[in-house]
């Protein structure tokens, strides 16, 4: 479901033709499975602030063709991907040791 500041983005014609033309080039075929691919996945998580920028949001180099199984193990991998690995008041050093931040 897309967020309400996404949603001018998905029904514009320029998504719409840039999504059906991606899926015409990849033969509608998933990109990790194989099967039918229904869902363009953006690699670059879309925000408020680069929803309007078509190198981004319309960039071909930047999109996968999925089926929805596969679309929804990205999504959920890059969210966990974005969980910290630790307190925010702590970070890995560039040796891989935790250290409290500002240190």
Known sequence: ???QWAKSFYNSDAWKVTRLQFLVDH???CE????HAEEVHHEVELTPENIHDPAVTL???LLHA???????????RQKNMRRP???PGFAFDT?????????
């Open 27 to 29: 033969a509608f075929t």
């Open 66 to 76: 999925l089926c929805g199984d596969c679309h929804k193990l990205v999504t959920k």
């Open 32 to 35: 990790m499975c194989g099967g």
């Open 1 to 3: 479901m897309a967020k």
């Open 85 to 87: 690995d630790c307190d």
């Open 95 to 103: 040796d891989g040791n935790l250290s409290p931040r500002g240190v």
């Open 59 to 61: 960039n071909p180099m």
